[in-house]
């Protein structure tokens, strides 16, 4: 998957990579198996840009629940990991990273999601594949061993 894209399964591995400040927002429901993934950019869309919703927190974590219901997901049962919100580039004044993981963290708490477990920050970029079948996230970055959330 890339930048702006979000898929739902129910089986096989979800994956994207290249998580620079860019946050992956990894779902899944433990009593259908149903697992979701969906690679941000922004934490939300300015007023004039509001064309593909799913590059932003904002608008298309609710995309992908209701996605995730659609595909027969119990939201009650769902939970979340956080991949990614990292500084690659070195400090930024706008700290994109940091913004995208406080606006995901807020729009799935505001969606009752609780997010079980996180790998974000840091100057570090990670790839992320979510295996639908028990729900294990795993978690790849150069120099790092591979974490599994």
């Not at 996605?67 to 997901?73: I, V």
């Not at 406080?102 to 079980?116: F, P, W």
């Not at 028990?134 to 120099?143: A, E, I, K, R």
Request: aromatic share 4%.
């Amino acid at each position: 998957m890339g930048i702006g894209e979000l898929a739902v399964a129910k089986s096989g591995l979800l994956a994207t990579h290249a998580l620079g400040s860019c946050v992956a927002v990894c779902l899944w429901d433990v009593s259908s198996c149903v697992g979701g993934l969906i690679h941000i950019m922004l934490p939300a869309p300015s007023s004039r840009r509001k064309e593909r919703p799913a590059l932003y927190a904002t608008t298309g974590i609710p995309m992908l629940l209701n996605e995730m219901r659609y595909a027969g997901a119990n939201l009650q049962c769902t939970t979340a990991r956080l991949v990614g919100g990292s500084s690659v580039a070195g400090t930024s004044m706008f700290a994109v990273g940091r913004r995208n993981v406080m606006k995901a963290r807020q729009t799935l708490y505001s969606q009752r999601i609780v997010v079980s477990a996180e790998d974000v920050g840091g100057r570090i970029p990670r790839s992320v594949r979510l295996r639908v079948a028990d729900g294990q996230v795993l978690v790849t970055s150069p120099d790092r061993a591979q974490l599994v959330l």
